[in-house]
């Protein structure tokens, strides 16, 4: 039987803007899909932009780690994981047609080199092109702007998305830290955005193409992946 392989890009930026704070992804975006595609089964494929070990947003990791959110903990305690976050693939070295889904976690290094990233762009095209999951939570959904369609219009175009939201970039008090408002861009490029109270659990599904809000969001972005492959495995078989 197919054992499906999800593919997950990491940032690699790691300076929160002109603020002189740090930053990169944010561990629970990571560990919660993580474990759930791994329960499944699934071969999970750690990538970023740059390859080698890449920064986490240090407000995703508690000095007092045990009071972490649980699946942090287990990854944390995971040898193999830790090994593959050590050593994450670059993106330059990664071949779409090698993988049955796409994730994008979220964490404000993404806003830097997500954005503009040629190389991303054309992997979030491909799977979107091929039919093939793409999923992003939070500040990931970042990675999808630059995607393209066969027609040269954005992916997001038309599309119900969602992600981190304007108003729970004010609330943490970093929207003038990113380069732009993630909200705002998207419906700038013509998505349909759809969101629910801050820092509440929300999912959107289009197609192929599923977005969480925050952090909260990311168990049911990695279940509707999962709902996915499956559905395209039975029609295999």
């Known amino acids: 039987m197919h054992k499906e392989k999800v593919l997950i890009v990491l940032t690699s930026h790691e300076k929160l803007g002109e603020t002189g704070k740090s930053t990169g992804f944010h561990y ?18 750690l990538a970023s932009i740059k390859g080698g070990k890449p920064p986490h947003d240090p407000g995703s ?8 959110p649980e699946s942090v903990c287990k990854f944390l305690g ?25 994730y994008l976690p979220g964490g404000h290094g993404v806003m830097w080199d997500f954005t503009e990233n040629e190389k991303l762009s054309d992997l979030v095209s491909s799977f979107y092109k091929s039919g093939k999951p793409i999923a992003a939570v939070c500040h ?9 369609k066969d027609n040269g219009e954005e992916v997001v ?14 609330e943490i008090g970093l ?3 990113v380069p732009f408002l ?14 629910t109270d801050n820092f509440k659990s929300h999912v959107s599904q289009n197609e192929n193409i599923i977005t969480g809000q925050n952090p909260a969001s990311a168990e049911g972005v990695a279940n509707v992946i999962i709902t996915l492959l499956k559905d395209k495995r039975n029609q295999a078989a």
């Open 28 to 45: 629970e975006e990571l560990t919660t899909p993580y474990f759930v595609f791994k329960d499944e089964g699934m071969d999970v494929t």
């Open 61 to 68: 990791l508690k000095k007092d780690v045990d009071n972490s």
């Open 78 to 102: 995971d040898e193999d994981a830790k090994k593959s976050l050590d050593s994450t693939k670059s993106i330059n070295d990664i071949d779409a047609k090698d993988y049955d889904a796409l």
């Open 182 to 195: 993630l909200e705002s861009k998207l419906r700038e490029l013509g998505a349909k955005f759809e969101c």
């Open 175 to 177: 929207d003038k830290a």
């Open 140 to 148: 990931g959904v970042v990675g999808l702007i630059g995607a393209k």
């Open 157 to 170: 175009k038309g599309k119900r998305i969602n992600s981190f939201t304007d108003s729970e970039e004010k």
